[in-house]
């Protein structure tokens, strides 16, 4: 990565650091778009060059989240099937913030409390879901709109979601997967 990247790497964490605290602070409704771009110290253009929406304020790692969930379909190790790969990611990149990190608390209860953002998060992860379904029908050699491939793209965004409170989340999410790589077994 070149200084231009890296400077502008560094402004969009900046501009995205900066919304979360005031976010945290006094609330997502409550903040308003001059004020982060005046504490990440850039102008309201620079802010909206890198963010079209205020809600993409908090959703700062949508594309690198997208990309890393694809990479775990395409990328995997042969052999490996697509729920195994799937589980791996889930448990490395999804559960993995979750677990007695308190950022990760604090930006989910900010979530859960503000409804712009949990209609951004649904379309976001609908979004992903779309991508997820349409990689899983090219290394299946299945066409683009396949349900089966749908399903199991839904199913595995929703796995590390559903474990959330459980007991144990880890095992949670390892039995949703066993369930999407060997079907429903139990009569």
Not at 26 to 55: M, N, W
Not at 132 to 158: K, M, N, Q, T, V
């Amino acid at each position: 990565m070149g200084r231009r990247e890296r400077k502008k790497a560094a402004t969009r964490q900046a501009i995205a650091d900066a919304a979360l605290r005031l976010f945290s602070e006094r609330g997502y409704d409550a903040v308003g778009i001059r004020e982060i771009a005046d504490a990440a110290d850039v102008s309201t253009t620079t802010l909206f060059k890198h963010f079209p929406v205020k809600e993409a304020l908090v959703f700062d790692e949508d594309a690198a989240q997208e990309a890393s969930l694809l990479a775990a379909v395409r990328e995997r190790p042969r052999g490996r099937s697509i729920p195994a790969a799937l589980c791996e990611h889930a448990l490395r990149h999804r559960l993995a913030g979750a677990e007695g990190d308190d950022r990760f608390r604090d930006f989910s209860e900010l979530v859960d409390r503000t409804p712009a953002l949990r209609d951004y998060l649904q379309n976001m992860w609908l979004r992903h879901a779309s991508a997820l379904a349409r990689a899983i029908a090219e290394e299946s050699g299945l066409p683009a709109d396949d349900p089966g491939c749908a399903a199991l793209a839904h199913f595995a965004l929703e796995a590390p979601r559903a474990a959330r409170g459980h007991e144990d989340p880890r095992q949670a999410v390892k039995r949703a997967f066993e369930l999407l790589e060997n079907g429903w077994n139990i009569s």
